[in-house]
């Protein structure tokens, strides 16, 4: 394989000269870059990035650590951050926690050791449950920063990105009261997860304030209770429930299937919002009214964060949250 002393010496330039001009260096002139890029097209030169690496201190590579792949959020997170990431330069390395901290760990642990310059991740429910932060604090004390996204430990000193997670939910449950809806049920099956938590609260303090209806909560056990039984015996038994906010999407898809089955007219008779995807929305019958995350934005955001604070200039900068704003995106589930 040709290297960078091969290709000066056939341009007959120094070999700091190649390494410039093949990086766009603005000291070396358009013709002289124009023939080492064309020499190199030539005989096909690739960087060593192992040596680059090594020399560099940097991998140039990004790890990603997501708990669930097949969370349509989540994903496409992810393909938000993969985006941004390559219009800097950067790779990512991706690992699946499955909602387990050991293996969070362990992908940190086997990440950190050289093969990435910083992290990106949300944090897996049996982390949230435990509440475990000491192997993230680790890291961070390894000159790995971390940005957290969605799914966040707050007592971890490090830059996030969110929603907002409280006043979203606030707002939808605030939309079903000005449909003059009654008796307003919350259903989620995310309580063990910081999200959850918030979403329930801001639900709780939308009902309190029109004082007209103690909140309503139903409470699903993930890998427990049969999730489409629990929801249709609880509408089956309270009637009078004329609206469902749902703190995920299959919950709120659960609902709105399981009150038309029971006869109720959508949304006459019955309005539903769901934290949920565009896609989702499109699989239901009627269209779902959603509460949507911009995941994208979330992941361009996160990337953003990361490439930034791994620059010298702003390694020690303050940390900063971002909160990417949530919209309900109107469909034939509500009024």
Do not use: W
Not at 24 to 37: H, L, P, Q
Not at 131 to 156: C, W, Y
Not at 174 to 183: A, D, P
Not at 202 to 211: F, P, S, W
């Amino acid at each position: 394989m040709v290297t960078l002393k091969q290709l000066a010496k056939e341009l007959g330039v120094s070999i700091s000269t190649v390494s410039k001009a093949l990086n766009n260096s603005e000291e070396i002139g358009e013709e002289t870059v124009r023939r080492v890029k064309e020499l190199a097209e030539l005989y096909n030169y690739k960087p060593n990035k192992v040596a680059l690496s090594l020399k560099n201190n940097k991998t140039k590579t990004i790890g990603v650590i997501i708990p669930n792949i097949l969370n349509r959020i989540l994903a496409k997170v992810l393909f938000g951050i993969e985006t941004e990431a390559a219009k800097h330069g950067y790779n990512i390395i991706t690992c699946i926690s499955n909602e387990s901290l050991e293996k969070e760990k362990q992908s940190l642990q086997l990440l950190a050791n050289g093969s990435v310059d910083g992290f990106i991740l949300s944090v897996a429910e049996e982390t949230q449950i435990k509440n475990e932060i000491e192997h993230f604090k680790k890291t961070i004390s390894q000159g790995l920063p971390i940005v957290m996204f969605d799914r966040v430990a707050h007592d971890v000193m490090c830059d996030k990105v969110i929603v907002d997670d409280f006043d979203a939910m606030y707002n939808a449950t605030k939309s079903l009261l000005l449909e003059k809806r009654k008796n307003i049920l919350f259903v989620s099956n995310i309580n063990d997860l910081s999200v959850g938590k918030l979403r329930e609260r801001g639900y709780n303090k939308a009902i309190l304030e029109h004082g007209k209806q103690e909140p309503l909560v139903l409470k699903i056990k993930k890998g427990k209770d049969d999730h489409q039984k629990v929801i249709k015996s609880f509408l089956k038994k309270n009637r009078t429930v004329d609206a469902v906010v749902a703190a995920d999407s299959s919950s709120g898809i659960i609902a709105l299937n399981t009150a038309i089955n029971l006869g109720l007219k959508v949304p006459k008779d019955f309005s539903v919002i769901a934290f949920a995807s565009k896609s989702d929305s499109h699989h239901t019958i009627p269209k779902l009214t959603t509460i949507r995350q911009h995941a994208k934005a979330i992941g361009v955001n996160a990337a953003q964060m990361l490439i930034t604070r791994m620059q010298k200039e702003h390694a020690n900068a303050d940390v900063k949250t971002i909160i990417v704003k949530t919209s309900i995106v109107k469909n034939k589930s509500t009024l």
